[in-house]
């Protein structure tokens, strides 16, 4: 009975690294250690990609955009940081037109709507808190065309 509970338990959580979590609810801060390349890429449109690791409290997201891919206008209640790796993304956002480079950082208020355009193929890290229930629960179609 033990080895079964373990197994579970162990399941449950292989499913939550690969970013196929049904509902966002709380969950149990555990340690995780991963690589990107173990974390499957969903694919979102024919120019966005992404995968993304849920803390308890906290999400990372590793967004891969193609030159030309628009993030329409949307906004949650989520804290958002955007970290970009490489290459640009063009924001619009508050009332300002932003663009945002390789080693740069945009914070991104709760409730603030933004736009953004890949203006070259770009590596974006973002970290939401709290984690995007949207995101997790597949319910995102602003960003799946839909």
Not at 90 to 108: R, Y
Not at 117 to 122: K, L, M, P, S, W
Request: one cysteine or more; aromatic letters at 6%; a positive charge.
């Amino acid at each position: 009975m033990v080895k079964a509970k373990k197994k579970k338990k162990a399941a449950k959580r292989n499913v939550a690294q690969k970013g196929t979590v049904s509902k966002a609810r709380p969950r149990k801060a555990e340690l995780q250690y991963l690589a990107w390349d173990a974390i499957g890429k969903e694919q979102l449109n024919p120019l966005l990609q992404r995968h993304f690791v849920v803390g308890q409290q906290i999400m990372l997201a590793r967004v891969l955009l193609k030159q030309g891919c628009i993030v329409p206008e949307h906004s949650h209640v989520n804290e958002q940081l955007t970290y970009i790796l490489e290459g640009a993304l063009k924001f619009w956002i508050d009332g300002k037109v932003i663009v945002v480079k390789a080693g740069e950082v945009l914070t991104i208020p709760p409730h603030m709507p933004h736009k953004a355009e890949a203006v070259e193929d770009t590596v974006d890290l973002d970290v939401f808190c709290p984690p995007r229930a949207d995101w997790i629960n597949r319910t995102d179609q602003y960003l799946r065309g839909k």
